[in-house]
T-cell receptor
Framework: GENVEQHPSTLSVQEGDSAVIKCTYSDSASNYFPWYKQELGKRPQLIIDIRSNVGEKKDQRIAVTLNKTAKHFSLHITETQPEDSAVYFCAGMFSGGYNKLIFGAGTRLAVHP | DTEVTQTPKHLVMGMTNKKSLKCEQHMGHRAMYWYKQKAKKPPELMFVYSYEKLSINESVPSRFSPECPNSSLLNLHLHALQPEDSALYLC??????????????FGSGTQLSVL
Protein backbone atom coordinates (compact mmCIF):
# COMPACT_ATOMS: atom_id res chain seq x y z
CA GLY A 1 0.00 0.00 0.00
CA GLU A 2 0.92 3.64 0.00
CA ASN A 3 3.54 4.47 2.58
CA VAL A 4 6.03 7.24 3.37
CA GLU A 5 8.79 6.62 5.88
CA GLN A 6 10.65 9.52 7.48
CA HIS A 7 13.91 9.72 9.46
CA PRO A 8 15.05 10.81 11.95
CA SER A 9 12.13 11.28 14.32
CA THR A 10 14.05 13.94 16.26
CA LEU A 11 16.96 16.15 15.23
CA SER A 12 18.91 18.60 17.38
CA VAL A 13 21.38 21.05 15.83
CA GLN A 14 23.25 24.19 16.79
CA GLU A 15 22.25 27.47 15.23
CA GLY A 16 24.07 27.91 11.92
CA ASP A 17 24.48 24.19 11.29
CA SER A 18 22.71 22.29 8.52
CA ALA A 19 19.82 19.87 9.04
CA VAL A 20 18.88 16.98 6.76
CA ILE A 21 15.66 14.95 6.90
CA LYS A 22 15.14 11.90 4.71
CA CYS A 23 12.04 10.15 3.39
CA THR A 24 11.34 7.06 1.31
CA TYR A 25 8.12 6.16 -0.48
CA SER A 26 6.58 2.93 -1.63
CA ASP A 27 4.69 3.75 -4.83
CA SER A 28 7.00 4.21 -7.81
CA ALA A 29 4.20 6.08 -9.61
CA SER A 30 4.12 8.85 -6.98
CA ASN A 31 4.72 12.18 -8.69
CA TYR A 32 4.61 14.97 -6.14
CA PHE A 33 6.50 15.39 -2.85
CA PRO A 34 5.82 18.36 -0.58
CA TRP A 35 7.35 19.24 2.75
CA TYR A 36 5.30 20.83 5.53
CA LYS A 37 6.41 22.66 8.67
CA GLN A 38 4.12 22.58 11.68
CA GLU A 39 4.72 24.72 14.73
CA LEU A 40 3.07 23.85 18.02
CA GLY A 41 -0.66 24.53 17.87
CA LYS A 42 -0.52 25.71 14.25
CA ARG A 43 -1.57 24.36 10.89
CA PRO A 44 0.88 22.54 8.59
CA GLN A 45 2.48 25.06 6.26
CA LEU A 46 3.91 24.08 2.87
CA ILE A 47 7.56 25.13 2.73
CA ILE A 48 8.80 23.50 -0.47
CA ASP A 49 7.71 20.84 -2.93
CA ILE A 50 9.17 18.88 -5.82
CA ARG A 51 7.67 17.04 -8.76
CA SER A 52 8.94 13.74 -10.11
CA ASN A 53 10.43 15.26 -13.27
CA VAL A 54 12.88 17.38 -11.21
CA GLY A 55 15.91 16.20 -9.23
CA GLU A 56 16.50 19.20 -7.01
CA LYS A 57 14.79 22.42 -6.00
CA LYS A 58 16.05 25.26 -3.83
CA ASP A 59 14.40 28.19 -2.09
CA GLN A 60 16.83 30.35 -0.10
CA ARG A 61 18.02 28.21 2.84
CA ILE A 62 15.80 25.26 1.99
CA ALA A 63 16.42 22.62 -0.67
CA VAL A 64 14.82 19.33 -1.59
CA THR A 65 16.42 16.51 -3.59
CA LEU A 66 14.64 13.57 -5.21
CA ASN A 67 16.05 10.23 -6.32
CA LYS A 68 13.27 8.49 -8.26
CA THR A 69 15.24 5.31 -8.83
CA ALA A 70 15.85 4.82 -5.12
CA LYS A 71 12.41 6.27 -4.21
CA HIS A 72 13.75 8.69 -1.67
CA PHE A 73 13.78 12.43 -1.17
CA SER A 74 15.42 14.71 1.35
CA LEU A 75 14.99 18.15 2.91
CA HIS A 76 18.10 20.23 3.50
CA ILE A 77 18.05 23.33 5.70
CA THR A 78 21.24 25.38 5.79
CA GLU A 79 22.28 28.07 8.29
CA THR A 80 19.58 26.96 10.70
CA GLN A 81 17.95 29.52 12.99
CA PRO A 82 15.97 29.03 16.22
CA GLU A 83 12.75 29.90 14.35
CA ASP A 84 13.32 26.79 12.20
CA SER A 85 12.45 24.72 15.27
CA ALA A 86 9.23 22.83 14.47
CA VAL A 87 7.94 19.47 13.30
CA TYR A 88 8.63 18.79 9.62
CA PHE A 89 6.54 16.36 7.61
CA CYS A 90 7.38 14.94 4.22
CA ALA A 91 4.52 13.68 2.08
CA GLY A 92 3.87 11.82 -1.14
CA MET A 93 1.02 12.25 -3.58
CA PHE A 94 -0.02 8.82 -4.72
CA SER A 95 -1.22 8.25 -8.27
CA GLY A 96 -4.70 7.48 -9.53
CA GLY A 97 -6.04 10.96 -10.10
CA TYR A 98 -7.52 11.27 -6.64
CA ASN A 99 -5.04 13.62 -4.94
CA LYS A 100 -4.17 11.19 -2.17
CA LEU A 101 -1.49 12.90 -0.06
CA ILE A 102 0.08 10.67 2.61
CA PHE A 103 2.39 12.05 5.31
CA GLY A 104 5.53 10.68 6.86
CA ALA A 105 5.69 10.33 10.65
CA GLY A 106 7.40 13.69 11.14
CA THR A 107 10.75 14.99 12.41
CA ARG A 108 10.95 17.24 15.45
CA LEU A 109 13.77 19.71 14.73
CA ALA A 110 15.27 21.70 17.59
CA VAL A 111 17.74 24.48 16.74
CA HIS A 112 19.70 25.63 19.78
CA PRO A 113 21.12 29.18 19.95
CA ASP B 1 -8.06 35.15 -0.49
CA THR B 2 -5.61 32.30 0.20
CA GLU B 3 -7.23 31.12 3.39
CA VAL B 4 -9.00 27.95 4.39
CA THR B 5 -11.30 28.85 7.26
CA GLN B 6 -12.46 26.28 9.80
CA THR B 7 -15.08 26.66 12.51
CA PRO B 8 -15.26 26.16 15.37
CA LYS B 9 -11.65 26.35 16.56
CA HIS B 10 -12.43 24.27 19.64
CA LEU B 11 -15.26 21.84 20.32
CA VAL B 12 -16.12 19.75 23.36
CA MET B 13 -18.88 17.20 22.95
CA GLY B 14 -20.36 14.25 24.73
CA MET B 15 -20.60 10.81 23.21
CA THR B 16 -24.33 11.22 22.53
CA ASN B 17 -24.07 14.66 20.92
CA LYS B 18 -24.37 15.55 17.25
CA LYS B 19 -22.14 18.34 16.00
CA SER B 20 -20.70 19.58 12.73
CA LEU B 21 -17.33 20.95 11.70
CA LYS B 22 -17.28 23.51 8.89
CA CYS B 23 -14.66 24.45 6.34
CA GLU B 24 -14.71 27.19 3.70
CA GLN B 25 -12.34 28.31 0.95
CA HIS B 26 -12.64 30.90 -1.81
CA MET B 27 -9.56 30.02 -3.87
CA GLY B 28 -11.56 28.23 -6.56
CA HIS B 29 -10.12 24.89 -5.47
CA ARG B 30 -12.16 21.87 -6.52
CA ALA B 31 -10.56 19.29 -4.18
CA MET B 32 -11.23 19.40 -0.47
CA TYR B 33 -9.97 17.14 2.29
CA TRP B 34 -10.50 16.12 5.88
CA TYR B 35 -7.50 14.99 7.89
CA LYS B 36 -7.35 13.85 11.51
CA GLN B 37 -4.24 14.60 13.58
CA LYS B 38 -3.53 13.14 17.00
CA ALA B 39 -0.90 14.74 19.22
CA LYS B 40 2.67 14.16 18.02
CA LYS B 41 1.42 12.25 14.97
CA PRO B 42 1.16 13.16 11.27
CA PRO B 43 -2.12 14.21 9.65
CA GLU B 44 -4.08 11.10 8.67
CA LEU B 45 -6.28 11.28 5.57
CA MET B 46 -10.00 10.69 6.14
CA PHE B 47 -11.89 11.92 3.07
CA VAL B 48 -11.25 13.56 -0.28
CA TYR B 49 -13.84 15.38 -2.39
CA SER B 50 -13.19 16.19 -6.03
CA TYR B 51 -15.68 18.41 -7.83
CA GLU B 52 -18.07 18.04 -4.89
CA LYS B 53 -18.09 14.26 -5.15
CA LEU B 54 -16.57 11.94 -2.56
CA SER B 55 -13.55 10.33 -4.22
CA ILE B 56 -11.73 8.83 -1.24
CA ASN B 57 -13.02 7.43 2.06
CA GLU B 58 -10.15 5.92 4.01
CA SER B 59 -12.35 3.37 5.78
CA VAL B 60 -13.55 5.99 8.24
CA PRO B 61 -16.23 4.87 10.75
CA SER B 62 -19.77 5.92 9.86
CA ARG B 63 -19.99 8.13 12.95
CA PHE B 64 -18.06 10.62 10.75
CA SER B 65 -20.18 11.83 7.84
CA PRO B 66 -18.71 14.27 5.31
CA GLU B 67 -20.73 16.59 3.14
CA CYS B 68 -19.74 18.97 0.36
CA PRO B 69 -22.73 21.29 -0.28
CA ASN B 70 -20.88 23.33 -2.92
CA SER B 71 -17.41 23.96 -4.27
CA SER B 72 -16.49 26.31 -1.41
CA LEU B 73 -17.85 24.44 1.59
CA LEU B 74 -17.02 21.19 3.31
CA ASN B 75 -18.69 19.85 6.44
CA LEU B 76 -17.94 16.96 8.74
CA HIS B 77 -20.95 15.73 10.70
CA LEU B 78 -20.18 13.99 13.97
CA HIS B 79 -22.46 11.61 15.83
CA ALA B 80 -21.92 9.13 18.67
CA LEU B 81 -18.18 9.76 18.83
CA GLN B 82 -15.81 7.97 21.17
CA PRO B 83 -13.17 9.53 23.44
CA GLU B 84 -10.45 8.17 21.12
CA ASP B 85 -11.84 10.40 18.37
CA SER B 86 -10.47 13.40 20.24
CA ALA B 87 -7.96 15.04 17.89
CA LEU B 88 -7.24 18.04 15.71
CA TYR B 89 -9.40 17.89 12.57
CA LEU B 90 -7.81 19.66 9.63
CA CYS B 91 -9.51 20.72 6.44
CA UNK B 92 -7.48 21.37 3.30
CA UNK B 93 -8.10 22.34 -0.30
CA UNK B 94 -6.20 22.15 -3.58
CA UNK B 95 -6.56 22.26 -7.31
CA UNK B 96 -7.50 19.07 -9.12
CA UNK B 97 -5.57 18.17 -12.23
CA UNK B 98 -5.90 14.46 -12.77
CA UNK B 99 -2.73 12.72 -11.73
CA UNK B 100 -0.74 15.92 -11.15
CA UNK B 101 -0.01 16.61 -7.56
CA UNK B 102 -1.13 19.97 -6.30
CA UNK B 103 -0.39 22.09 -3.26
CA UNK B 104 -2.68 21.53 -0.30
CA UNK B 105 -3.61 24.55 1.78
CA PHE B 106 -4.62 23.71 5.33
CA GLY B 107 -7.04 25.41 7.66
CA SER B 108 -6.13 26.05 11.29
CA GLY B 109 -8.13 23.05 12.41
CA THR B 110 -10.79 22.25 14.97
CA GLN B 111 -9.48 20.84 18.25
CA LEU B 112 -12.12 18.29 19.23
CA SER B 113 -12.49 16.77 22.69
CA VAL B 114 -14.98 13.94 23.22
CA LEU B 115 -15.98 13.36 26.83
Amino acid sequence: GENVEQHPSTLSVQEGDSAVIKCTYSDSASNYFPWYKQELGKRPQLIIDIRSNVGEKKDQRIAVTLNKTAKHFSLHITETQPEDSAVYFCAGMFSGGYNKLIFGAGTRLAVHP
Amino acid sequence: DTEVTQTPKHLVMGMTNKKSLKCEQHMGHRAMYWYKQKAKKPPELMFVYSYEKLSINESVPSRFSPECPNSSLLNLHLHALQPEDSALYLCASSQVEGDRGEKLFFGSGTQLSVL
